[in-house]
């Protein structure tokens, strides 16, 4: 019985090991969407038509494609709103007197998204919807390498303000319109991924959006492309003295936006309209509400988003668009194709702070645009790392370890005991504290930490070679580790396991140092299950300091000094199965400070206090 239970245990998750362990396709889906949309702004009801050219480039035949309809999230009885009813920690914005705001949506408040028809290739096809996605099953099936034409008709209603996007948003924004036109869901190396709108993520199919946006000729409108008709439309888009001249009630605003996964774009009739243009970048707009409590903030974070906008060009790789936008809208900061929506009212460090991150999305979430449903921490984690890289930078905060908030959030996850492997369904967490911690901290983590294993040179040369290599191609965890393996020569595969797909935990300890003759013998402990190599720095009460380097075996390599100032013995390599290991200081015991493992605290250690040996003065 044993015997035969671990061979369906290899056989079980030796497959599932497959699986994840394939790296992203070469080939991509192409989707063209013409989008045509009608906005009343008393009602908040829009109609649209929509042509979309959908590209085949998979080696499969297609019979059945799949839309998400995420307004549909934001009707009582959705499974949004019973998730909000169920987890224990539900978000704060979505609720009022500890009850779900969706369930108490009236008719006229809540969301929807519906199709009224659908043709391919001017054949009617048949569909349905479940919740948030629409099913269609084709009239003919498109072959591998095919393209077919599927127009719609459709209608919506814009919810109130629960989450990301609505209408009337706390800091009274009309129109905050992401989410809000019949998506196609992405077909990639895994399948469909028609995943209900039940809480977070996205995952998109790139292609090329015209849309044409017609609404009130008081509405200022600021979101994902270029303004086709700037001359028309005025609002601050026209060249400098040009006369607007508008007939009617309604202005229709063109837009295009080549190569994007997503549209978005926020309307509110009492928005300022900045542009900045950066010396060596994209124009950059700004969209925010009147008011004289902020308005410094505001023009004050123009040149910091350029600022951030070099900072990520350089450290990342060439941000590919002529234009961002950051724009006053949402419930906090939420990521879209070539802008943001960020809420305004905040003080200066914290308003920079969320367009920092919102921004650096724009090369993870919409470049790289891993899919985020099932690998979060690789968007979210690498955006909080490379966020607070910027930030210590921009805004001269010079914090030793810009990641210490990320180590600190990780820790208290650990010790709650709610922790769960990185490779979770963001969906599926039990709490929406450890999807939080685990996404944004551990992933920012899972780079800073990477940095300690194959030093920081070589840190910062894989993100940019990950991002040349996999912009627009839907990176998957084992991207990233190839990358870093290439450029560090090391072997990483137990790096990805252990700290992605388990909740191992690193715990080294000194365990004793003990006089030999005229030398000392220091025992080292592995406590925790995942490995790692170790710094150890040594002080001596002659004040001298110096380093040990304890490679890990199965790493196959070893990092270049990282205190090049201090002289570096590089030890005997640590298999991980032995618990402990050995190693002597050419110091007597009388000499000996301290000893420390991990000066600079990058290791994720989660029980600190063992890492330290020093003697009491
Ligand atoms: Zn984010």
Not at 348 to 371: C, D, I, K, R, Y
Not at 469 to 494: C, Q, Y
Not at 582 to 596: G, K, R
Request: charged share 20%; net charge negative.
């Amino acid at each position: 019985m044993r015997h035969l239970q671990s061979l369906f245990f290899t056989v079980f998750f030796g497959a599932a090991f497959y699986l994840s362990a394939q790296s992203s396709s070469s080939w991509q889906q192409h989707v063209d969407y013409t989008m045509d949309v009608q906005m009343d702004v008393k009602t908040y009801q829009y109609t649209g038509t929509q042509k979309l050219v959908y590209t085949n480039n998979s080696p499969d035949e297609l019979t059945r494609v799949y839309y998400h309809l995420y307004y549909n999230a934001f009707q009582p009885g959705s499974e949004m709103d019973i998730r909000l009813q169920n987890i224990k920690d539900p978000d704060k914005r979505m609720m009022e007197d500890g009850k779900s705001r969706i369930a108490s949506l009236t008719e006229s408040e809540i969301g929807y998204l519906h199709a009224k028809s659908l043709t391919q290739d001017n054949q009617p096809v048949s569909f349905f919807e479940e919740g948030t996605i629409l099913v269609v099953d084709l009239a003919k099936p498109i072959p591998a390498g095919g393209k077919s034409t599927l127009e719609m008709t459709f209608e919506g209603q814009v919810p109130l303000q629960i989450r990301r996007a609505g209408r009337n948003s706390s800091e009274d924004v009309a129109l905050s319109m992401s989410q809000w036109y019949p998506k196609l869901s992405e077909y990639d190396f895994e399948g469909w991924h028609p995943n209900p709108y039940i809480a977070r993520e996205f995952h998109g199919v790139w292609g090329d959006f015209d849309v044409k946006i017609t609404l009130d000729k008081d509405y200022t409108v600021g979101g994902t492309g270029y303004l086709q008709n700037p001359q028309e439309i005025g609002h601050g888009y026209e060249a400098t003295g040009t006369k607007i001249k508008t007939k009617g009630k309604t202005l229709t605003w063109h837009f295009k936006a080549p190569n994007v996964h997503d549209f978005m774009w926020a309307a509110d009739p009492e928005y300022i309209h900045d542009i900045y243009e950066m010396e060596n970048g994209p124009t950059l707009h700004f969209f925010y509400k009147d008011n004289p409590e902020f308005n410094e903030n505001w023009k004050n974070l123009q040149p910091k988003t350029a600022a951030a906008m070099t900072f990520f060009n350089n450290n990342i790789g060439e941000y590919p668009y002529d234009q961002y936008s950051v724009i006053q809208g949402g419930d906090g900061g939420m990521e879209y194709a070539m802008s943001t929506l960020i809420t305004g009212e905040r003080e200066f460090g914290s308003l920079v702070g969320v367009m920092v991150h919102e921004l650096a999305h724009s090369w993870f979430q919409h470049v790289l645009a891993t899919n985020e449903s099932k690998h979060e921490w690789m968007d979210e984690g690498f955006t909080s790392f490379i966020s607070s890289l910027c930030m210590n930078q921009i805004m001269e905060q010079n914090k030793q370890n810009p990641f210490e908030g990320s180590y600190r959030g990780y820790y208290a996850l650990v010790n709650s005991g709610l922790e769960m492997p990185q490779s979770t369904h963001a969906d599926r967490y039990t709490t929406n504290f450890a999807y939080g911690i685990s996404a944004y901290s551990k992933g920012a983590i899972f780079l800073s930490q990477l940095g300690y294993v194959i030093g920081q040179d070589k840190l910062m040369e894989t993100i940019k070679k990950y991002f040349n290599d996999f912009k627009f191609k839907h990176p998957v965890p084992n991207d990233i580790k190839r990358t870093a393996e290439k450029v560090s020569g090391m072997e990483l595969n137990w790096y990805l396991t252990d700290w992605t797909q388990t909740t191992n935990a690193i715990d080294y300890g000194i365990k004793s140092v003990e006089a030999d003759g005229n030398k000392t013998k220091v025992t080292m402990e592995r406590i925790g299950e995942m490995p790692m190599p170790l710094d150890i720095l040594v002080v001596g009460k002659d004040g001298t300091q110096e380093t040990y380097y304890v490679p890990l075996r199965m790493m196959y390599g070893e990092k270049d000094n990282p205190y090049p100032n201090l002289k570096r013995t590089v030890l005997e390599d640590w298999p991980w199965a032995y618990p402990t290991y050995e190693f002597t200081l050419d110091m007597s015991l009388d000499n000996v400070q301290a000893i420390m493992i991990d000066p600079s605290q990058l290791m994720a250690d989660v029980e600190g206090e063992n890492n330290i040996y020093q003697v009491e003065e």
